[in-house]
């Protein structure tokens, strides 16, 4: 970025597959969902300077493909916890369980041993995962997200106006920083 210009970042939730259903829905059956997405992680992999997605051990694991509210509303419960950074420690680390030793992010255990992973109170945790309130708040992040027009992953709004949908090259996405600071005069 270019001196002198700081960037505020907030994470809001966002479900491709809210429930275990729609991914069936949206693929014709879980199967062909699992197969499709594993294509997808394949082809991010290669993409990738880490190469941490292990698509050929996931396409073994007999565990339907994860849906996306138990990992959404267990990244709420540790910014509750935690803040911004807890949230990401949270979600950094439900990625590895999920994309590299491809575990089923959906169970409780798996989650609960992510939140003990980083450092959180367990049983605190665990009681947040299924707090109405917690949930509440992903709930709320999904409306923003349906009223921000977001339909992929990833997406960044700008100046809650702006919207940058998919995985962007670091040099477009400074384009598209700078752009919003000059049309919107906020240096």
């Known amino acids: 970025m270019e001196e002198g210009i700081e960037i505020e970042i907030y994470h809001h939730s966002f479900a491709l597959a809210k429930e275990k ?15 499709e997405i594993l294509n997808h992680w394949k082809a991010a992999n290669e993409n990738s300077d880490e190469k941490n997605i ?50 089923d992010i959906t169970q409780e255990d798996v989650q609960l041993m992510c939140a003990r992973d980083i450092g959180l109170d367990e049983e605190k945790f665990k009681q947040l995962i299924s707090d109405e309130n917690t949930i509440k708040l992903v709930e709320k992040d999904l409306k923003l997200a349906r009223e921000w ?23 477009y996405l400074k384009q598209q920083f700078l752009k919003v600071v ?6």
């Open 21 to 35: 259903i729609n991914l069936a829905q949206m693929f014709g059956d879980k199967e062909r969902a699992k197969k």
């Open 54 to 103: 292990n698509y050929e051990l996931m396409a073994t694991r007999t565990h339907d493909y994860p849906y996306s509210m138990p990992g959404l509303i267990a990244c709420e419960a540790a910014a509750i916890m935690g803040g911004e950074e807890a949230h990401w420690d949270y979600f950094d680390r439900i990625q590895k369980a999920h994309l590299t030793e491809c575990l």
């Open 149 to 171: 027009g977001i339909t992929a992953v990833p997406s960044l709004v700008l100046n809650e106006r702006y919207l940058i949908s998919g995985a962007q090259k670091k040099e």
């Open 182 to 187: 000059n049309e919107e005069d906020i240096l």
